[in-house]
């Protein structure tokens, strides 16, 4: 080993010892167990999302419809020569027949005709040889043997028909978009549907028509179907739809990203401090080993080896520790993701290695080169050498560096960008309000305390060092408060905001032939329940005319115009449903009146008297306004924008929905339900919201995981500025207690500039997290914010104790005969 | 010397001495010191580096504790001080100047006058420190930081300060040794005139010779003994 490298560890050694080596160890570790832990969790989820979208379709292209599609649409396409095969895809509910108490499950169910899929393969444990299951068999996903205590082998029921398990669906393309593609899945054979009953004129399904061919084919299919599309339609190709982006997934991503980004630039600004410490006192002793005869680039060298080795070590830690956390995170996250998450690029397991070397060295370079600058009259004069332009020009270009890699790291240069300057604009934001409120607070102290009149120079003397500390205390505290409320409190809220009678039970797809015994079967059972029929209808007509001529441009974007709407008759008004204006129908009236809710009336500029035209399944139906309805839309109960008078839509098939609140014991009457009546859709609302509350949690874990050492980065930032100022602050207390001050006097003043600085970053910080948790709950659950009044107490008391504690902690008390010679020392 | 001048003088010393204890044993720094200084009078203490200057002036300060002996500063004995009683005594009686100025480099000029004022609870110590700073010259500077004033006029600074709360007893310790010949003749030449006006002791310590010979006594601290210097 050369002199240079045993010197290097020499030096590594003893330095461990100080407290701004260890902080540098500290956040190196931490930046790259992070780095290591993000970029394979956001792998894993890119791959997961790319898998999706590139097999996500099971085909080149994909006709789907609400309804089935039409045989000219079909014929259409049988001509073009593309390979084509059908799907049917809807929610149903499927029970264990042997499973005594265990409840039916929702499950969404796919029915195919081979060949399927057409693109992307389906993986099944066992492997199977065939396309699709076996007439009488069914493939289903963990979720569903787990729930109901199913095993390969056994039999599930669906409808009125009971299916064996021949396998478990481990990944499938094709699995629709939306809610449906998240929730659990089972496939059948097509030529099985028709004998389980639960698909009827009317159900809710998605009706598709997978296509693939050559390019040139696809095209032309492409350009030919589009603009012929029915609003029921839609036509999905690779390349144009990628319905997963900006979905959960994409925004996990994204949360990621942000999570990664804090991290590393307090780790970058911890190694930055820690080494500026360093390099501060490294002066004499370069001096002196350039004065003994090593020449620069040989004191280059040994600190840079002793960075070097430091990486090293670390590397091996950080690498350990990020697989150690990854495997705890896929083991949560393993039973709330659609399908396992693929394993991460092999080279990706150094990434955070290979960051973290590129931090040390852009970070570490311009303070070691200017070591080696040092003049060897420093050693006969002790002052510190000033720095020269080159050495600042360096070191700007080695941080510009740095951000660039950082942003080409997280892949997505721009939003990293922005969001590095969103943080940048924030922190500073933050630090210098922090710092106005400190000296606005410490105001009415300083005309009361003798203290109080020092704490304002105390103020203005330590005045970067407050505003780079609250500026990482506010952001990190407020994440921290935004994460933890609302991992449990945003579905808390929403939840308590329905009142207690509130349906937890919906029931779709109900056969009008079925209506009369489900009737019986409410009320035998004292269900309390309104059953309505539903009917598709298209908008096409305003007082006999066609509607779209009529309206403006901003009208003429209403999402009523742009779908089929749901439709309904009744005799009496919806008790759920208040009469806003008009006149609901006493009896039967001549002709077809309806009642318009209230938002739709405004949109598009309706008003009572006016006729409304409908297309229902290729009949016109045409009616007068005649009344406008208030729609509580988040009530649970079925709601409809148009409600027709009785007498006219009687004539068209349809199917019934209603929904009801069951609880506690009698909650068993829905399973009690489903056996009697096989084919109808029974939604759980309760067990839906038990799921998003388990998957909140569960993604709150593992991103409070994610923050803790992210906070944790900033706690070490922490004491390392606090550090960089206890020299001064040592200094100054010194001359205080010479110029006069009691010893006692520095340590109250000490503890009173913490304790006001926690306060006032916890306020701050309470308050921003006040407005980001309004935001999210004006923006995802639509309820009248309210204020959090546990953040505004701890808070500011977990930020005084972290500042007083890690004060305390960092100071020592300094006796007054040390206090002289102190001074004289710094002479 | 009688009762009644003993009770008159500034700073007395009754044979103290001060032991340093190391690994290799207890070293003595001086022992039997006895110093008596009438107030108003300037006193110079030279001697070689490590000969224990530093020490003597913070035992005479009060700032350290003899290990035998007493110290007195206007007949009050020190070791019988609490820490709160001492601090009251340097806020309001004594003042230092350092060979390398210890100015706050992040307050300006008249913030760093302010803070011994605000340290005694002075009525309006900006305007006070305003005063002094003018004193030595320095109006036209008062809110410039330290990095923006020469080694000169940061000394200046230092004396303002060690003026500003009007001390009987002032304590210099190589005040010029950071200062070249010609600026450090010049802070001198202030001093000693802010000194008489002001009626103020002074116990200055310097290697400088001629320095010195400005004070009406000399003392040399050598081998453990302070001796007089007759000129």
Same mark, same amino acid.
């Given at each position: 080993?050369?002199?240079?490298?045993?010197?290097?560890?020499r030096?590594?050694?003893t330095?461990?010892r100080?407290?701004?080596?260890?902080?540098?160890?500290?956040?190196?570790?931490?930046?790259?167990?992070?780095?290591?832990?993000?970029?394979?969790?956001?792998?894993?989820?890119?791959?997961?999302?790319?898998?999706?979208?590139?097999?996500?379709?099971?085909?080149?292209?994909?006709?789907?419809?609400?309804?089935?599609?039409?045989?000219?649409?079909?014929?259409?396409?049988?001509?073009?020569?593309?390979?084509?095969?059908?799907?049917?895809?809807?929610?149903?509910?499927?029970?264990?027949?042997?499973?005594?108490?265990?409840?039916?499950?929702?499950?969404?169910?796919?029915?195919?005709?081979?060949?399927?899929?057409?693109?992307?393969?389906?993986?099944?444990?066992?492997?199977?040889?065939?396309?699709?299951?076996?007439?009488?068999?069914?493939?289903?996903?963990?979720?569903?043997?787990?729930?109901?205590?199913?095993?390969?082998?056994?039999?599930?029921?669906?409808?009125?028909?009971?299916?064996?398990?021949?396998?478990?669906?481990?990944?499938?393309?094709?699995?629709?978009?939306?809610?449906?593609?998240?929730?659990?899945?089972?496939?059948?054979?097509?030529?099985?549907?028709?004998?389980?009953?639960?698909?009827?004129?009317?159900?809710?399904?998605?009706?598709?028509?997978?296509?693939?061919?050559?390019?040139?084919?696809?095209?032309?299919?492409?350009?030919?179907?589009?603009?012929?599309?029915?609003?029921?339609?839609?036509?999905?190709?690779?390349?144009?739809?990628?319905?997963?982006?900006?979905?959960?997934?994409? /925004?996990?991503?994204?949360?990621?990203?942000?999570?990664?980004?804090?991290?590393?630039?307090?780790?970058?600004?911890?190694?930055?401090?820690?080494?500026?410490?360093?390099?501060?006192?490294?002066?004499t002793r370069?001096?002196l080993?350039?004065?003994?005869?090593?020449?620069?680039?040989?004191?280059?060298?040994?600190?840079?080896?002793?960075?070097?080795?430091?990486?090293?070590?670390?590397?091996?830690?950080?690498?350990?520790?990020?697989?150690?956390?990854?495997?705890?995170?896929?083991?949560?996250?393993?039973?709330?993701?659609?399908?396992?998450?693929?394993?991460?690029?092999?080279?990706?397991?150094?990434?955070?290695?290979?960051?973290?070397?590129?931090?040390?060295?852009?970070?570490?370079?311009?303070?070691?080169?200017?070591?080696?600058?040092?003049?060897?009259?420093?050693l006969?004069?002790g002052?510190?050498?000033?720095?020269?332009?080159?050495?600042?020009?360096?070191?700007?270009?080695?941080?510009?560096?740095?951000?660039?890699?950082?942003?080409?790291?997280?892949?997505?240069?721009?939003?990293?960008?922005?969001?590095?300057?969103?943080?940048?604009?924030?922190?500073?934001?933050?630090?210098?309000?922090?710092? %106005?409120?400190?000296?606005?607070?410490?105001?009415?102290?300083?005309?009361?305390?003798?203290?109080?009149?020092?704490?304002?120079?105390?103020?203005?003397?330590?005045?970067?060092?407050?505003?780079?500390?609250?500026?990482?205390?506010?952001?990190?505290?407020?994440?921290?408060?935004?994460?933890?409320?609302?991992?449990?409190?945003?579905?808390?809220?929403?939840?308590?905001?329905?009142?207690?009678?509130?349906?937890?039970?919906?029931?779709?797809?109900?056969?009008?032939?079925?209506?009369?015994?489900?009737?019986?079967?409410?009320?035998?059972?004292?269900?309390?329940?309104?059953?309505?029929?539903?009917?598709?209808?298209?908008? /096409?007509?305003?007082?006999?005319?066609?509607?779209?001529?009529?309206?403006?441009?901003?009208?003429?974007?209403?999402?009523?115009?742009?779908?089929?709407? /749901?439709?309904?008759?009744?005799?009496?008004?919806?008790?759920?449903?208040?009469?806003?204006?008009?006149?609901?129908?006493?009896?039967?009236?001549?002709?077809?009146?309806?009642?318009?809710?209230?938002?739709?009336?405004?949109?598009?500029?309706?008003?009572?008297?006016?006729?409304?035209?409908?297309?229902?399944?290729?009949?016109?139906?045409?009616?007068?306004?005649?009344?406008?309805?208030?729609?509580? %839309?988040?009530?649970?109960?079925? /709601?409809?924008?148009?409600?027709?008078?009785?007498?006219?839509?009687?004539?068209?098939?349809?199917?019934?929905?209603?929904?009801?609140?069951?609880?506690?014991?009698?909650?068993?009457?829905?399973?009690?339900?489903?056996?009697?009546?096989?084919?109808?859709?029974?939604?759980?609302?309760?067990?839906?919201?038990?799921?998003?509350?388990?998957?909140?949690?569960?993604?709150?874990?593992?991103?409070?995981?994610?923050?803790?050492?992210?906070?944790?980065?900033?706690?070490?930032?922490?004491?390392?500025?606090?550090?960089?100022?206890?020299?001064?602050?040592?200094?100054?207390?010194?001359?205080?207690?010479?110029?006069?001050?009691?010893?006692?006097?520095?340590?109250?003043?000490?503890?009173?500039?913490?304790?006001?600085?926690?306060?006032?970053?916890?306020?701050?910080?309470?308050?921003?997290?006040?407005?980001?948790?309004?935001?999210?709950?004006?923006?995802?659950?639509?309820?009248?914010?309210?204020?959090?009044?546990?953040?505004?107490?701890?808070?500011?008391?977990?930020?005084?104790?972290?500042?007083?504690?890690?004060?305390?902690?960092?100071?020592r008390?300094l006796r007054l005969d040390q206090c002289y010679r102190l001074l004289r020392a710094g002479a | 010397?009688?009762?009644?001048?003993?009770?008159?003088?500034?700073?007395?010393?009754?044979s103290i001495s001060k032991v340093f204890q190391t690994e290799a044993g207890a070293v003595t720094l001086f022992s039997g010191l006895?110093?008596?200084?009438?107030?108003?009078?300037?006193?110079?203490?030279?001697g070689r580096s490590g000969a224990g200057k530093s020490t003597l002036l913070s035992l005479?300060?009060?700032l350290d504790t003899a290990t035998e002996g007493?110290?007195?500063?206007?007949?009050?004995?020190?070791?019988?001080?609490?820490?709160?009683?001492?601090?009251?005594?340097?806020?309001?009686?004594?003042?230092?100047?350092?060979?390398?100025?210890?100015?706050?480099?992040?307050?300006?000029?008249?913030?760093?006058?302010?803070?011994?004022? !605000?340290?005694?609870?002075?009525?309006?110590?900006?305007? !006070?420190?305003?005063?002094?700073?003018?004193?030595?010259?320095?109006?036209?500077?008062?809110?410039?930081?330290?990095?923006?004033?020469?080694?000169?006029?940061?000394?200046?600074?230092?004396?303002?300060?060690?003026?500003?709360?009007?001390?009987?007893?002032?304590?210099?310790?190589?005040?010029?040794?950071?200062?070249?010949?010609?600026?450090?003749?010049?802070?001198?030449?202030?001093?000693?005139?802010?000194?008489?006006?002001?009626?103020?002791?002074?116990?200055?310590i310097?290697?400088?010779?001629?320095?010195?010979?400005?004070?009406?006594?000399?003392?040399r601290l050598h081998n453990g003994a302070l001796? !007089?210097?007759?000129?």
């Open positions: 080993m050369s002199l240079l490298m045993r010197l290097a560890g030096q590594l050694k330095q461990l100080t407290t701004e080596w260890r902080a540098l160890l500290l956040a190196t570790w931490i930046a790259i167990t992070l780095t290591t832990l993000l970029t394979l969790l956001g792998d894993r989820l890119e791959r997961g999302l790319l898998r999706e979208s590139a097999n996500l379709l099971g085909a080149d292209l994909v006709l789907s419809s609400s309804r089935p599609l039409s045989d000219e649409r079909l014929d259409e396409i049988e001509a073009s020569g593309l390979t084509q095969t059908r799907v049917v895809q809807f929610p149903s509910m499927i029970s264990n027949p042997t499973g005594g108490d265990t409840p039916p499950m929702l499950v969404s169910v796919r029915a195919a005709t081979a060949p399927y899929p057409l693109r992307g393969e389906i993986i099944t444990e066992p492997a199977q040889t065939t396309d699709l299951p076996e007439p009488g068999q069914v493939w289903v996903e963990q979720r569903v043997l787990s729930q109901l205590g199913l095993q390969p082998g056994e039999t599930l029921e669906l409808g009125y028909s009971e299916f064996t398990i021949s396998a478990e669906l481990i990944s499938s393309p094709d699995r629709g978009t939306g809610f449906r593609s998240f929730s659990p899945h089972i496939i059948i054979n097509r030529s099985d549907l028709e004998a389980t009953g639960v698909l009827a004129p009317g159900s809710r399904a998605s009706f598709r028509l997978l296509m693939a061919g050559d390019k040139e084919s696809v095209a032309a299919m492409d350009a030919q179907l589009r603009p012929s599309l029915a609003d029921h339609e839609r036509l999905l190709a690779l390349r144009t739809d990628q319905p997963l982006t900006g979905n959960a997934l994409g /925004n996990a991503l994204a949360y990621l990203k942000l999570s990664a980004l804090t991290a590393l630039l307090l780790s970058a600004l911890t190694i930055l401090l820690s080494l500026r410490r360093f390099s501060q006192k490294q002066h370069s001096a080993l350039l004065n003994l005869g090593l020449n620069p680039g040989q004191l280059v060298r040994i600190y840079l080896y002793q960075l070097l080795l430091a990486w090293v070590a670390l590397a091996l830690l950080g690498t350990a520790t990020a697989v150690l956390l990854d495997s705890a995170i896929q083991g949560w996250l393993a039973n709330l993701l659609p399908q396992r998450l693929p394993d991460p690029a092999p080279y990706l397991w150094f990434s955070g290695a290979a960051l973290g070397l590129v931090m040390l060295i852009l970070i570490g370079l311009p303070p070691v080169l200017s070591l080696a600058r040092i003049p060897v009259a420093h006969l004069r002052d510190s050498p000033p720095q020269d332009k080159r050495a600042r020009t360096l070191q700007m270009i080695c941080l510009a560096l740095l951000a660039v890699t950082l942003l080409v790291f997280l892949q997505a240069p721009l939003a990293a960008l922005i969001l590095l300057v969103l943080l940048l604009v924030g922190g500073t934001l933050f630090g210098f309000i922090a710092q %106005w409120l400190l000296v606005r607070a410490a105001e009415p102290l300083a005309n009361r305390l003798l203290l109080g009149k020092l704490l304002r120079l105390r103020l203005r003397q330590q005045r970067k060092w407050h505003r780079l500390q609250s500026a990482v205390i506010v952001l990190l505290l407020t994440l921290l408060a935004v994460v933890w409320v609302s991992r449990s409190d945003l579905l808390a809220e929403w939840r308590a905001k329905f009142p207690t009678d509130t349906p937890n039970f919906f029931v779709i797809n109900i056969q009008p032939w079925q209506k009369p015994d489900l009737d019986r079967f409410l009320e035998q059972n004292t269900i309390d329940s309104q059953l309505y029929p539903m009917i598709r209808g298209r908008l /096409n007509e305003l007082n006999g005319k066609p509607i779209r001529p009529q309206l403006n441009e901003e009208q003429l974007q209403d999402n009523s115009l742009h779908r089929e709407l /749901n439709l309904s008759w009744t005799h009496d008004k919806p008790a759920h449903n208040e009469l806003l204006a008009g006149q609901w129908w006493e009896e039967t009236p001549d002709r077809p009146q309806i009642s318009v809710e209230q938002d739709m009336m405004g949109d598009l500029g309706l008003k009572i008297g006016d006729s409304l035209g409908f297309d229902i399944g290729g009949q016109q139906v045409s009616a007068e306004i005649t009344s406008v309805r208030g729609v509580e %839309w988040t009530s649970f109960r079925p /709601n409809f924008y148009v409600i027709f008078s009785p007498g006219a839509l009687e004539s068209y098939p349809s199917t019934w929905i209603t929904s009801f609140r069951l609880e506690g014991e009698r909650k068993a009457l829905a399973t009690q339900m489903l056996s009697e009546f096989p084919s109808l859709t029974l939604i759980d609302i309760d067990q839906l919201l038990a799921q998003l509350a388990t998957w909140l949690k569960r993604l709150g874990d593992s991103s409070a995981m994610i923050l803790g050492l992210t906070l944790f980065c900033g706690l070490i930032l922490m004491a390392v500025t606090l550090l960089q100022a206890l020299e001064q602050r040592r200094f100054e207390a010194a001359l205080m207690q010479t110029l006069g001050a009691s010893g006692r006097q520095t340590r109250r003043l000490d503890l009173l500039e913490f304790l006001l600085l926690g306060l006032v970053c916890g306020a701050l910080a309470g308050f921003s997290a006040e407005l980001v948790l309004a935001g999210l709950h004006l923006a995802l659950i639509d309820v009248e914010p309210r204020l959090h009044p546990t953040l505004w107490v701890a808070l500011p008391a977990l930020a005084s104790c972290f500042f007083v504690v890690t004060g305390v902690l960092i100071r008390p | 010397m009688d009762q009644s001048t003993r009770e008159n003088l500034m700073i007395e010393t009754r006895d110093l008596q200084v009438r107030p108003g009078e300037s006193l110079a203490i030279v005479l300060a009060g007493q110290v007195l500063i206007e007949g009050q004995e020190m070791e019988l001080l609490g820490d709160e009683e001492r601090a009251r005594l340097r806020a309001t009686k004594i003042s230092f100047i350092f060979q390398s100025f210890h100015l706050l480099p992040e307050l300006t000029a008249l913030d760093n006058v302010r803070l011994p004022l !605000e340290i005694r609870g002075a009525e309006s110590p900006d305007k !006070e420190a305003a005063h002094w700073l003018s004193q030595v010259g320095l109006e036209p500077r008062l809110h410039h930081y330290p990095a923006q004033l020469s080694g000169g006029e940061q000394q200046r600074v230092a004396i303002a300060r060690a003026f500003a709360t009007q001390p009987r007893l002032l304590f210099a310790d190589e005040p010029t040794g950071n200062l070249d010949e010609e600026t450090g003749a010049r802070i001198i030449d202030q001093l000693f005139a802010l000194n008489q006006q002001q009626d103020t002791t002074l116990i200055l310097t290697h400088d010779p001629e320095l010195a010979a400005r004070c009406d006594r000399r003392l001796t !007089e210097i007759t000129s």
